[in-house]
């Protein structure tokens, strides 16, 4: 049972223009929530988190978006550029117990057209 | 600052034999987690150490198993190798167990052939 689900195995989007990569989870006690970017042959690099007393984080050309009620979060890059070419995975936690243990989602493979 | 470093990086085995992969962690870092990623599965935690113990465990049967040592570095060992162990295994290090940032190595890609 996928309790972090990226329902979109790729995506494609040209220079300039605003990636949205989505993700959703089942389980209502998760109440941290990360985006890593990884590239071939690297491990993955932490790129944005929100935590759920929020509905939005900006970090530069990045920003997450957290619906609650939807239990949906969503990565915005403005403006996408070729080096955002990578695989995005969303995780998630729940930090009642103090700890962080994350589940991730399968990733969506964003292609940046020059 | 080294980053997270993880040994050996590529690995063939045969079904029934046992690897061990290494990781060592971010100087500091005290806290080293394991995932395995499958293609169309994600990365699918397998457990965390801190302080030489187990805190977190993921849903993997128990031939996979860890440990911690006193300088933070882990190692993960497999047994029993079957074909669909084969994955990559990324390592991951944070501060602390309580902290949110994880940063990860660049993974041991193992094939079971």
């Known amino acids: 049972d996928q309790q972090v689900k990226q329902n979109s195995p790729s995506l494609s989007v040209q220079e300039g223009r605003i990636s949205i990569l989505n993700c959703d989870y089942t389980?209502?006690?998760?109440?941290?929530f990360l985006w890593y970017k990884k590239y071939p042959a690297e491990g993955p690099t932490f790129l944005i988190s929100?935590?759920?007393?929020?509905d939005k984080n900006e970090d530069g050309r990045f920003t997450v978006f957290l619906n609650k009620s939807a239990k949906h979060l969503s990565l915005h890059i403005v403006p996408s550029q070729p080096g955002d070419s990578a695989v995005y995975f969303c995780?998630?936690?729940?930090?009642?117990?103090?700890?962080?243990?994350?589940?991730f989602g399968t990733g969506t493979r964003l292609k940046v057209l020059a | 600052k080294a980053g997270v470093t993880q040994t050996p990086r590529y690995l063939i085995k045969t079904r029934g034999q046992q690897v061990t992969l290494s990781c060592s962690p971010i100087?500091?870092?005290?806290?080293v987690s394991w995932y395995q990623q499958t293609p169309g599965q994600g990365l699918q935690f397998l457990f965390e150490?801190?302080?030489?113990?187990?805190?977190n465990k993921g849903n993997f049967p128990g031939r996979f198993s860890g440990r911690q040592f006193s300088n933070s570095r882990s190692e993960m060992n497999v047994s029993t190798l079957e074909l669909g162990d084969s994955a990559l295994y990324l390592c991951?290090?944070?501060?602390?167990?309580?902290?949110?940032?994880?940063?990860f190595g660049p993974g041991t890609r193992l094939t079971v052939l």
């Open positions: 991951a290090s944070s501060s602390t167990i309580g902290t949110d940032t994880q940063y």
């Open positions: 389980n209502s006690m998760f109440d941290y």
């Open positions: 929100i935590s759920s007393i929020k």
């Open positions: 995780a998630a936690s729940p930090t009642t117990s103090g700890t962080y243990k994350y589940i």
């Open positions: 100087s500091g870092h005290r806290s």
């Open positions: 150490y801190f302080s030489e113990t187990q805190r």
